[in-house]
């Protein structure tokens, strides 16, 4: 990657959108509390990418923030892992029944649903994209990259998970799934995926 097409877009109270057209690599840009950025990478080839991701700025201490202060590459970066594993899930949406030669069932409906809320919450999480599987009886596993050995096991109205450390479970349960509830359990994981 070579650099950042972008633009802001202001919202005044008026509800009417004006929009700000700028292009560079310039590291002293800051922009206003209120504003989004728009960013679309720009690669070698000097071609803009599909893809177009936005940020949006707002603190309610500083008003202004520096461009490079943004990371920009680590949020875009995270947002592509995201949306990798949300197509992984949409291609295992198609799966069929006996779908393994062995009887398994296709994913459930709703645990599709939940696979997808914890993919997001994994998103803003962390940079690290988490492997997904299909399990057997029709839920989802979602399980921790590199040498980390933790795993969220999705269903339609709870979720199991676990972490290891040195070969002993550190953190594990079952809950009802609820975005509080798989927050909590994340967290708990990835304080011991932190230590590995």
Request: contains cysteine; glycine residues 6%.
């Amino acid at each position: 990657m070579n650099g950042f097409a972008f633009y802001t877009q202001t919202k005044p109270a008026s509800g009417s959108k004006k929009d700000v057209s700028m292009h560079g690599h310039s590291q002293n840009i800051s922009i206003k509390k209120g504003v989004v950025l728009y960013v679309g990478l720009i690669v070698a080839s000097c071609s803009a990418e599909t893809s177009t991701y936005k940020f949006s700025l707002i603190s309610s201490q500083n008003p202004t923030y520096p461009l490079s202060t943004l990371n920009l590459c680590s949020e875009i970066e995270a947002q592509k892992k995201t949306n990798r594993a949300l197509n992984r899930l949409e291609e295992l949406m198609q799966l069929k029944d006996n779908w393994d030669g062995n009887g398994a069932l296709p994913i459930e409906q709703a645990a599709y649903q939940n696979a997808k809320c914890a993919i997001r919450l994994i998103g803003e999480k962390t940079s690290d994209a988490w492997n997904l599987f299909p399990n057997t009886n029709g839920t989802l596993l979602l399980t921790a990259p590199g040498k980390a050995s933790a795993s969220i096991s999705i269903g339609n109205e709870e979720f199991s998970f676990f972490a290891m450390e040195k070969g002993k479970p550190i953190v594990k349960g079952i809950d009802t799934f609820s975005v509080e509830n798989l927050t909590r359990a994340f967290d708990q994981i990835q304080t011991v995926i932190n230590r590995v």
